[in-house]
């Protein structure tokens, strides 16, 4: 259940370059949700997968560019990130 609007991210200087050559420069559109059901599966994207609590959060290691949008929602803004 969608909650509302964290914001919409671009850098054009964060570049992702996968193994098969393709480059593609990053546009996120985040939300803040309430899960409501189903089991986390690993995706094509991803390596492990896991619920953590907020205290873990400044422990995790990430990109800054996904800390900016992970302390965003975790701020509980009044209007999104437009950036």
Same mark, same amino acid.
């Given at each position: 259940m969608s909650l509302g609007l964290v914001g919409?991210?671009?850098d /054009? @200087?964060?570049l992702i370059a996968y193994s098969d050559g393709?480059? @593609?420069r990053q546009?996120?559109?985040c939300f803040r949700v309430r899960v409501v059901g189903g089991e +986390?599966?690993?995706s094509d994207e991803s390596t492990e997968l896991r619920w953590v609590a907020q205290s873990e959060v400044d422990d995790l290691p990430m990109h800054h560019t996904q800390r900016l @949008? +992970?302390?965003h929602a975790l701020e509980n803004r009044t209007? /999104?990130?437009l950036g």
């Open positions: 919409t991210y671009t /054009p @200087r964060h393709e480059v @593609r546009f996120n559109v +986390l599966a690993i @949008r +992970l302390t209007a /999104p990130y």
